[in-house]
Nanobody
Framework: QVQLVESGGGLVQAGGSLRLSCAAS????????MGWFRQAPGKEREFVAT????????NYADSVKGRFTIARDNAKNTVYLQMNSLKPEDTAVYYC???????????????WGQGTQVTVSS
């Protein structure tokens, strides 16, 4: 049974930073790509960032490029999302998810966390 648990969300002013963490249970963490998605009220879930199993490949949504960084520590079974220069439009519930390969498509991810709220005030 795979469980993904996000943490690190909260309330921050525009221009501030947050680091989200996602701790994964289960074996062979490094065999799987991990991704971050977000969903704002009244909007569809959207891709944010993804990272390959060994961390050699990353991909970002255009809206977060240059501001967000995805990273992973396979020894700790944890993936991170460092978010800098936050904007009010980054406000959403952020989810981590696991996939067999790097993908920007939510349906490619078979396991999801419960989400963590990020609120950016103006």
């Amino acid at each position: 049974q795979v469980q993904l648990v996000e943490s690190g969300g909260g309330l921050v002013q525009a221009g501030g930073s947050l680091r989200l963490s996602c701790a994964a249970s289960g074996r062979a963490f490094s065999n799987y790509a991990m991704g971050w998605f977000r969903q704002a009220p009244g909007k569809e879930r959207e891709f944010v960032a993804t990272i390959s199993g060994r961390g050699r490949t990353t991909n970002y949504a255009d809206s977060v490029k240059g501001r967000f960084t995805i990273a992973r520590d396979n020894a700790k079974n944890t993936v991170y999302l460092q978010m800098n220069s936050l904007k009010p439009e980054d406000t959403a519930v952020y989810y981590c998810a696991r996939s067999g390969s790097v993908s920007t498509t939510a349906r490619e991810y078979g396991y999801w966390g419960q989400g963590t709220q990020v609120t950016v005030s103006s």
